[in-house]
């Protein structure tokens, strides 16, 4: 069954409006499930319900089918690992990883055993002696990480824990955290608003909107087969068109007829495509594909790729193209056909 089950959890604070409204999830053992949203959308208030550090408003929480819900979070039996890691400044990092287990009255032995292992698991057993501020940022993230994991939880829970580490080590410590959860097993929930730390880490992610389950699936499912134009923009870059379907099917985008991957009632339209998959197209294509005219009026080059605008139909539509050798380069000024297939063009009533 799942490990852990959250069902119509909801948090109001005051009488405001609803911070959480009516989430329900479900996360299998071992599996890292991301909540990714913008900024205030309810994921901190979610994790906290589920750490039992904020109390629900209504709703359950079932942890390998017992209900903990009313349960004080020391009795939660979870792990927590916060953005700003909450490390204690005169503790040495050994000290910092061992407290919790102190605090639970396990032997100094066994203490000192569990403290190595989880020191050893985080590559931090030559620094055991450290205070946190002779520590790197990455080098403090996986100490809170340790001392998450030292306890041994049931539920491993993370707090954008690598949103104040620069890009490049955030990175390295997206593969490092997936490797050790992997290694360990630990059913994981992943809060963060980066859409790209989201795809590359998690098994699942939960997209939230304003305290709401947007859509829940694979990054796969949330990248390619996003179910609202929320979550088509939220994660990862896309155009924006307003369109109408007519009666036959086809789409009108100005004087332009276009076919989408799916159906969708007559009347108004938002038509999405992705700017990389747009082609400045060299040759003409199949019938799988949409095409139009358009002139280019700005090129940004951004190393791995040309960023283009191209004013086509009305619109100005984003344009990536990759920077590969033999590829004709895109000028501004350049009449050019654009191409892209049926398949990506996605469309959503309204
Ligand atoms: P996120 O983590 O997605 O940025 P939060 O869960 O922190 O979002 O916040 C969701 C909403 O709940 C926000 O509107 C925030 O202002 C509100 N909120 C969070 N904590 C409190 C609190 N302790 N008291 C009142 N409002 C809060
Ligand atoms: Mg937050």
């Excluded at 709703?59 to 009313?70: E, H, Q």
């Excluded at 990248?223 to 896309?238: I, S, W």
């Excluded at 099917?249 to 799916?262: D, S, T, Y």
């Excluded at 990536?320 to 050019?336: A, H, K, M, S």
Aim: charged share 25%; aromatic share 4%.
């Amino acid at each position: 069954g799942m490990h852990l089950v959250v069902e119509d959890l909801a948090k109001r604070f005051g009488d405001g409006p609803a911070a959480v409204a009516s989430l329900s999830l479900q996360v299998a053992p071992g599996e890292l499930l991301g909540l990714l949203g913008p900024s205030g959308c309810g994921k901190t208030t979610t994790l906290r319900m589920i750490a039992g550090l904020t109390p629900a408003s209504a709703g359950r929480i079932v942890v390998a089918g017992r209900d903990v819900t009313a349960l004080p979070s020391h009795k939660r039996d979870m792990g927590i690992v916060f953005q700003n890691y909450a490390l204690f400044p005169h503790m040495d990092v050994a000290g910092n990883v061992a407290f919790g287990l102190e605090m639970r009255g396990l032997s100094r032995g066994e203490v000192t055993a569990r403290v190595a292992r989880a020191l050893d698991l985080v590559r931090l057993g030559a620094l055991a002696q450290r205070r946190p501020r002779e520590l790197s940022g990455g080098q403090q993230q996986r100490v809170a990480l340790a001392r998450a994991l030292v306890i041994e939880p049931s539920i491993l829970l993370l707090d954008e824990p690598l949103s104040n580490l620069d890009a490049k080590l955030r990175e390295e410590m997206r593969t490092e955290i997936r490797d050790i959860q992997r290694r360990l097993g630990m059913t994981t929930v992943f809060v963060t608003h980066d859409q790209t730390e989201a795809l590359a880490m998690c098994d699942r992610i939960a997209v939230m909107r304003a305290g709401l389950l947007e859509q829940l699936g694979t990054p796969f499912e949330i990248y390619e087969q996003p179910r609202t134009p929320f979550v088509a923009d939220f994660v990862g870059r896309t155009n924006r068109l307003e369109a109408v379907c007519a009666a036959d099917g086809l789409i009108a985008l100005g004087a332009l007829r276009v076919r989408a991957r799916a159906s969708v009632a007559v009347g108004p339209v938002t038509v999405m495509v992705r700017p990389h998959r747009i082609e400045i197209a060299t040759q003409p294509r199949g019938a799988d594909w949409n095409g139009c005219a358009g002139r280019i009026r700005r090129v940004t080059y951004v190393g791995d790729m040309l960023s283009c605008e191209v004013e086509a139909e009305g619109a100005v539509l984003a344009v990536e193209q990759p920077t590969l050798p033999g590829l004709p380069t895109p000028r501004e000024g350049d009449d050019v056909t654009l191409a892209w297939r049926v398949a990506d063009t996605l469309v959503f009533p309204g």
